[in-house]
């Protein structure tokens, strides 16, 4: 992967938009200015960015990504397996990490995602308790706060090219002390897996306090399995009764949500109508919990899916994230929307352009970021894309890419293609009759 400086555009030209209009498209600084019929906006020439006819999108945004796991599957070799044994796996592989191995690996993880086209990730971070069981003594400040020290690092690191939140990603066994160190590395969010703590409800409280403490949001992982206890309308609850105004900028969401896809019609409605009332964003992660749920299951296995439809006809923000990448919780992964849209298409039953505004436009929403697109007054992270739709992208996920971030050229990919001829085929003499 080349390196090179981020250039300031000025003047998209000739783009096309999902409406099938070609335009032009002037950016001022961070911001889609004017967007105009091809050949009718000028710039100067060193401002000009020709796109040829690509398709142009607002940039996918990744809502759930665990840049500290990332790509650690061919040092740690896990065994394919369910939920259970993935924490297994990265539990015993966590206590031989280094600063320096999260943030190599992070970095590596975060530019990929770059360059498929993702300009705003947010991730979770393991608070690093060094606890299997309650019997288990912590680990030190020091230890616990490896994976964060990491990650702060990489996000400053890449500022000046992408946006990278981190939450706090707190076990159930993560002594407070251990969570709080970790935000005052400069973890953005509080986050945790309540639905695995012995009192679920208990550890939902706990960390909403711990967030409330210290004036931020909240992104659980929450009710990750088909059958396991739900936590998600007592989160919601407890949300709704949260000091939200348009000056606290806190978000609250919940990833996983898998639990809600198996729960009978009377129990669903009930819980999505406190997801809606409390406005609580979901965030569904089709490739991570389509490896790890069903494996108890040999036929009719179950799809580990929340329940996008039922949230969505209910006005929930559903986005939708890719979560792991290489590691125990998916050997798999390339770092790419356009493969988690299509998993939504294929499993989530919804169409093209919804799954791709769930990766794009509904993911900024549901992390607090500000609009984007090829529209006036719209932040400029855009995807410029060989495509003639938003299907054809979905469908085919063309390599060959253009990338802006807040108005900058932050990474191009051009694939070039070569097919041989088709052999002439000899003509043969007419057989006798």
Same mark, same amino acid.
């Given at each position: ?32 200015? =004017? ?36 790509? @650690? ?5 896990? %065994? ?10 990265? @539990? ?30 947010? *991730?979770?971070?393991?608070?690093? @308790?060094?606890? &299997? ?44 002390? !251990?969570?709080?160190? #970790? ?49 998600? =309308? !007592? ?9 939200? =105004? ?6 609250? @969401?919940? +990833? !996983? ?36 749920? +069903?494996?108890?299951?040999? #036929? ?24 792991? #990448? ?15 849209? $299509?998993?939504?298409?294929?499993? +989530? ?14 993911? &900024?929403?549901?992390?607090?970021? %500000? ?6 007054? &719209? ?8 495509? *003639? $739709? ?28 070569? #097919? ?14």
């Amino acid at each position: 992967m080349d390196a090179t400086a981020p250039h300031q555009v000025g003047l998209l030209r000739s783009a096309l938009l999902p409406d099938g209009r070609l335009v032009d498209v002037a950016i001022d600084g961070e911001t889609v200015t =004017d967007v105009a019929p091809a050949g009718t906006l000028s710039a100067p020439a060193d401002a000009v960015l020709d796109l040829d006819g690509r398709l142009l999108l607002t940039a996918p945004a990744e809502p759930h990504a665990h840049l500290d796991k990332a790509l @650690s599957a061919d040092a740690i070799r896990p %065994p394919l397996g369910d939920l259970g044994a993935a924490i297994a796996s990265w @539990s015993a592989h966590a206590t031989t990490m280094t600063v320096e191995d999260v943030a190599d690996r992070a970095r590596t993880a975060a530019l990929a995602l770059l360059a498929a086209g993702t300009t705003s990730v947010r *991730t979770h971070v393991d608070v690093l @308790s060094g606890r &299997r069981t309650a019997e288990d003594a912590p680990a030190s400040v020091e230890s616990a706060t490896r994976g964060a020290r990491a990650l702060v690092q990489v996000r400053d690191e890449l500022a000046g090219l992408m946006d990278i939140e981190l939450v706090a990603l707190a076990g159930p066994l993560a002594p407070d002390h !251990h969570v709080e160190a #970790v935000l005052d590395c400069g973890v953005d969010l509080v986050g945790g897996a309540p639905h695995l703590a012995e009192n679920p409800l208990a550890d939902v409280d706990r960390l909403l306090a711990i967030a409330e403490r210290y004036g931020v949001g909240v992104d659980l992982h929450t009710d990750e399995s088909l059958d396991g206890p739900v936590t998600l =309308d !007592h989160y919601a609850r407890a949300v709704l009764q949260m000091p939200r =105004d348009e000056h606290t900028g806190r978000q609250y @969401s919940a +990833g !996983h949500c898998v639990r809600l896809g198996t729960l009978g019609p009377e129990r669903l409605a009930e819980v999505v109508a406190d997801v809606a009332a409390a406005d609580l964003g979901v965030i569904a992660l089709p490739i991570t919990n389509l490896y790890l749920q +069903g494996w108890q299951h040999p #036929v009719s296995t179950p799809r580990g899916l929340t329940a996008i439809r039922a949230l969505t006809e209910a006005g929930v923000r559903v986005a939708a994230g890719a979560d792991n #990448v290489r590691d125990p919780f998916n050997p798999v992964g390339r770092s790419d929307a356009l493969e988690t849209a $299509s998993l939504l298409v294929s499993a +989530g039953h919804v169409t093209p352009d919804q799954a791709y505004a769930m990766v794009s436009d509904t993911a &900024r929403s549901v992390m607090g970021l %500000p609009a984007a697109g090829p529209v006036p007054g &719209r932040r400029a992270d855009l995807l410029a894309i060989a495509a *003639t $739709s938003i299907t054809d992208a979905v469908a085919n996920a063309p390599a060959d890419r253009i990338v802006l971030s807040r108005g900058r050229l932050v990474a191009r990919t051009e694939v070039r293609t070569t #097919v041989a001829l088709p052999v002439p085929v000899r003509a043969t003499a007419p057989v006798p009759a």
